[in-house]
């Protein structure tokens, strides 16, 4: 959807430097302070309930922030996955509010789907998540991306707020969302509806200019969360309904006159229910409960009726997950050291017509033992993780191959250490390991299942370095953070001795190395705010699987090794100005680093201009309505690029919204 | 098997070339090799790589056989106005005349080029186009796309389990495509002629993988070219793959097998289309001189493995004999036999990145060259 809202938005004012406290804090500001420091701060955190123009699309959040390489499919339904330091976006835990978005399937979340709409924070850790009551989830994801929503503030007791955007390829996108006090409860209920036709022109090689056709999309997003305060405990529900029906344009290939490129279709339903209620027992005890049901169900047609060059495939998928969390938490009389047992228990199955109709089920037990240590200038945590996996499976028609129930298991230790020995001086560093599982698609589907595959080994290793400077109108802010990580026994699809057939093993091997860095400014005088912010991305990803193959030592594809991003904002009044620079070197599509396979750098340039208009305060009421308009100019230099070989992103494109709230 | 031809057709289509003018393509440059003694009079040696489905990068490459330059990326050398290179998959390459035919699969073309010079001479849109055979007026492209389902007023499939493919025919001199067409099997493959007649193997490759059936076609298809209709339907084995004409009498057809209780094998069609099973293991083969040779692995249900071993055998009126031919820890994807000492292999390796093409002479590898993604098919010119 980056797309159709590549707004440009005040990143910066909004980020940890200024924030930094809030940030820290959170969602629980009434558990003692001490207990709640995160040992390594988030790389990277926006605080989205009070930026001035916010994307629509979490993934356009996401795509600026150093580490993290979004692969977009391009256009507005197109897929978008997020890939942190190298590691494979399979090692990425998306979190929704402590609970994470998961796809047993293939382990891609699409970011594309996700709104920003209620949304408080976006925060993405490339290290280690270390907070009191954490899922044990979060404790093992590789590198994790966290969306929380904030309890509504009204002081009139209840809010509304409508907002209409849209622009270019005929994208129509209305919203609302009504918060609504009730004593110690509170509700958000909102709604989301987006069409486009998702057509734009791209240069078809040398050979002039096409229109990207089957490329649109029509979806609607209704949710409604609760929020209740009881007696110094949270309790959060939460309600999903996503629906969406879109084309998939496919890879611009040379075809046959009158041949589409594609006129694959698919139909999306998830549905989920999840809720949480966290507990402060007496200051010493207290404990966190979570679960979540999920369902999701995809439809898969390739329309060969209208594409006759199509594989005729018509597939039906449904996904189901039951989720459940209890976390315990202790912080004896000497509150400096808090000790954390998380214990999460899962069950996914997946049912379909594809393949051989193979009815995969799984069944989680993630635990994580934790402590942490604030000790005046120094902090440290540590945990040791277990994960095991029960997989089983049922065959709805014999014959194929035999696959054998299995079982799988792996500990993952980490340790993150933290001292501020100045007070604008903060140094941290990490050491953890973490495995993902091997997904249905690795074991059942795609290719020959393989009950032996083991989960797949991440090492990540990273140090931070932080600077703080602050002078009269003046705020300035570096990090810097050299890593390494070491992906082992990568799940890698090879062709079998039958060429036909493909099977999956874990024979992958990948070294990188890297530096991120991020320079923040700020410069305030009278209505006047100024801010900048410069990131950088070096990776060095390097294919080490196999020390005989020509391609050992290369550069694994799709990682560039430069990359960053530039943001500016300026403030006035009502009145906000904000660009947006994203930077991408040149990278490869194959581990044979040839020019036939090289992808040229790209960069675009987003502006955006919004004002907002303050009205009279009604009678008894204590907030102002409020009208916020929004310009966005999306790629206004026109550049034609690819981030994914074979699928074109969209040159210049305008978006416009107006929102109201009252 | 096309020399005769060649002459004839040959100045039928360029009637007014001059005899002696140096080649467009002679300025190409690549990897040299030594070709000296392989018992060959072609001119030039095809390889068409294959590339990777959705990746536009099927490669034309081509040896040299006058001073053993190996060149690869012709096709968007000497057709630079095509900016869209040779396209999305290319699955077979046939030398028909001084023209070079390759059928490329999710582009939905056949390309016709200058054995010459490698310069287009006509694209002709077919959809899924598989594999290519001649006869002195028609070429014959099987198609996976035919017959297809039934569907409800909203475009829903009412039924798509049927999705029978299809021979299309080109006509020879105008390049034009034949508006008759001919229902053959399930996912057909390749095809071959003998005595006027087209034998169509079937594969079934996607019906296995749908329902209600999950099950393999498992029959060759027998077109009277005459009148362009099916004759017979002959059972042969699962999932067949290529066909070949020894010249003579026999024909050979491959199948894949199952990948779990059927081997991969050869069978033969004998002149009164009795069918016989041959002998088991074929990943690669390739007819030379009334011998079809054959790559195979006896090991082909290990799945979970990277070690390989590789046999070779060949067979020649029924009768199977060794052929001995080291491999290694390789993946063979396409093999073209040039005399009886001597072949070329192209190697897939991780059918991601570019592969290799070697030369083997009496069962060793002499050298090998880098060559586009997938090399897995030749044609001598």
């Given at each position: 959807m980056r797309n159709a809202a590549a707004i440009a938005f005040l990143l910066l004012a909004v980020s940890a430097p200024l924030q930094a406290q809030g940030a820290d804090t959170l969602a629980a500001a009434h558990i003692l302070a001490a207990r709640e420091l995160p040992v390594i701060r988030a790389s990277e955190e926006v605080k989205l309930s009070e930026a001035v123009a916010v994307p629509q699309a979490v993934a356009d959040v996401l795509r600026r922030f150093t580490g993290v390489q979004v692969k977009d499919y391009g256009g507005v339904g197109g897929l978008k996955t997020v890939n942190v330091r190298s590691l494979g976006s399979e090692h990425i835990g998306i979190f929704i509010d402590g609970i994470q978005v998961d796809n047993a399937q293939n382990m891609q979340v699409d970011l594309g789907r996700f709104s920003t709409d209620g949304l408080g924070t976006v925060s993405l850790y490339n290290g280690q998540k270390a907070r009191r009551l954490q899922s044990a989830k979060e404790y093992i994801s590789g590198a994790s991306v966290h969306l929380e929503s904030e309890r509504p503030v009204l002081p009139d007791g209840f809010s509304f707020l409508a907002r209409l955007r849209g622009g270019y390829f005929g994208t129509v996108n209305p919203s609302f969302q009504w918060d609504q006090a009730a004593g110690a409860l509170a509700f958000r209920t909102s709604a989301e509806f987006l069409a486009s036709n998702g057509q734009y022109r791209f240069p078809y090689f040398d050979e002039g200019m096409l229109l990207r056709e089957n490329s649109d999309i029509m979806s609607a997003r209704i949710e409604t969360q609760l929020f209740a305060t009881v007696r110094g405990g949270e309790l959060r529900l939460r309600l999903y309904g996503y629906g969406s029906e879109r084309g998939f344009p496919g890879p611009v290939i040379r075809k046959g006159t009158g041949l589409p490129f594609s006129a694959e279709r698919q139909a999306d339903q998830d549905l989920s229910a999840q809720g949480s209620w966290q507990q402060?027992?007496?200051?010493?005890y207290a404990t966190a409960l979570r679960f979540k049901y999920a369902n999701n169900y995809t439809h898969y047609n390739t329309h060969p009726e209208k594409n006759p060059a199509a594989l005729p495939y018509d597939l039906h998928y449904r996904q189901q997950s039951v989720y459940g969390s209890f976390v315990h938490s202790f912080v004896p009389s000497w509150s400096h050291l808090a000790l954390d047992l998380a214990t999460d228990l899962q069950w996914n199955a997946l049912e379909s017509d594809a393949g051989l109709s193979v009815t995969p089920q799984r069944l989680c037990f993630i635990g994580a033992l934790a402590a942490r240590l604030v000790w005046e200038k120094f902090r440290a945590a540590a945990h040791i993780g277990y994960l095991g996996a029960w997989d089983w499976f049922t065959r709805t028609q014999s014959g194929a191959w035999d696959k054998e129930n299995a079982f799988r298991d792996a500990w993952m230790p980490s340790l993150s250490l933290f001292y501020?020995?100045?007070?604008w001086l903060e140094l941290d560093a990490f050491v953890k390991r973490s495995f993902r599982l091997p997904s249905f698609n690795d074991l059942y589907?795609?290719?020959?299942?393989?009950?032996d595959l083991s989960p797949e080994s991440a090492l990540q290793t990273g140090i931070d370095l932080h600077l703080k400077a602050a002078s009269g109108p003046w705020t300035g802010e570096l990090r810097l953070s050299p890593y390494y990580n070491r992906v082992d026994q990568k799940i890698v699809a090879i062709p079998t001795a039958s060429q036909f057939r493909w099977t999956m093993l874990n024979i992958g091997k990948v070294d990188i190395g890297g530096l991120e860095a991020r320079a923040e400014g700020s410069y305030a005088r009278g209505d006047w705010t100024l801010l900048a912010t410069l990131r950088y991305t070096f990776q060095r990803a390097v294919d080490h699987s196999d020390a005989g193959s020509a391609t050992w030592g290369n550069q694994i594809p799709y990682i560039p090794l430069h990359s960053g991003s530039v943001d500016f904002s300026l403030l006035w009044r009502k009145w906000s100005f904000s660009w947006n620079t994203v930077l991408t070197g040149g990278r490869w599509s194959r581990t044979a680093n040839t020019d036939d396979y090289y992808i040229a750098p790209w960069s675009t340039t987003d502006v955006s201009l919004a004002r907002t208009i303050r009205f009279r305060t009604p009678k008894g009421r204590s907030r102002a309505p409020e009208l916020s308009l929004a310009l966005n100019l999306n790629n206004i230099f026109n550049q034609y690029y690819q981030i994914v070989q074979g699928y074109p992103m969209p040159g210049f494109h305008l978006m416009a919204s107006a929102q109201f709230r009252f | 098997m096309l020399c005769g031809a060649l002459a004839f057709t040959a100045c039928d289509i360029y009637p007014v070339e001059p005899v002696v003018q140096p080649s467009k393509d002679a300025d190409l440059d690549g990897q040299k090799v030594d070709v000296t003694g392989l018992g060959t009079d072609a001119k030039k040696i095809f390889v068409l790589n294959e590339g990777g489905m959705g990746a536009n990068n099927a490669t034309l490459d081509f040896l040299r056989m006058s001073d053993g330059t190996y060149v690869t990326g012709a096709f968007k050398k000497m057709n630079p106005d095509v900016g869209a290179g040779l396209g999305d998959v290319g699955n077979d390459i046939a030398v028909r005349g001084n023209e070079v035919w390759i059928v490329v699969n999710n582009s939905g073309i056949v390309e016709v080029l200058s054995a010459k010079d490698e310069t287009e001479i006509a694209v002709i849109t077919i959809p899924t186009p598989r594999n290519i055979a001649f006869d002195d007026n028609y070429a014959y492209v099987s198609s996976w796309a035919g017959a297809y389902a039934e569907y409800n007023s909203d475009y829903s499939i009412k039924d798509y389990s049927n999705p029978k493919g299809r021979v299309y025919r080109i006509n020879l001199k105008t390049k034009t495509l034949d508006s008759k067409t001919v229902e053959v099997g399930y996912q057909p493959e390749g095809l071959a002629l003998r005595n006027g007649k087209l034998y169509v193997a079937n594969s079934g490759g996607i019906a296995s993988s749908?329902?209600?059936?999950?099950a393999y076609d498992n029959s060759v298809s027998i077109i009277n070219t005459a009148s362009l209709s099916l004759e017979k339907t002959l059972e042969v084995q699962v999932n067949l793959k290529n066909v070949w004409f020894d010249g003579s009498s026999d024909l050979y057809v491959s199948s894949l097998g199952d990948y779990y209780s059927t081997h991969s094998g050869i069978y033969r069609i004998d002149a009164q289309e009795t069918v016989t099973h041959i002998g088991d293991y074929v990943s690669v083969a390739a007819m030379f001189d009334g011998t079809l040779y054959c790559i195979g692995n006896a090991q082909e249900f290990d799945f979970y493995t990277t070690e390989r071993t590789w046999k070779g055998w060949k067979c020649k009126g029924g009768a199977v004999s060794e052929w001995p031919v080291s491999i290694g820890s390789g993946t063979p994807y396409g093999l073209t036999v040039l005399s009886s000492d001597a072949c070329l292999i192209g190697d897939a390796g991780d059918y991601f990145n570019p592969g290799t093409v070697s030369l083997y002479r009496q069962g060793s590898k002499r050298w090998s060259v880098n060559a586009g993604v997938c090399p897995g098919h030749f044609a001598l010119w």
């Open positions: 402060d027992w007496n200051g010493h501020a020995p100045l007070p589907y795609r290719t020959i299942g393989n009950s | 749908l329902p209600p059936s999950y």
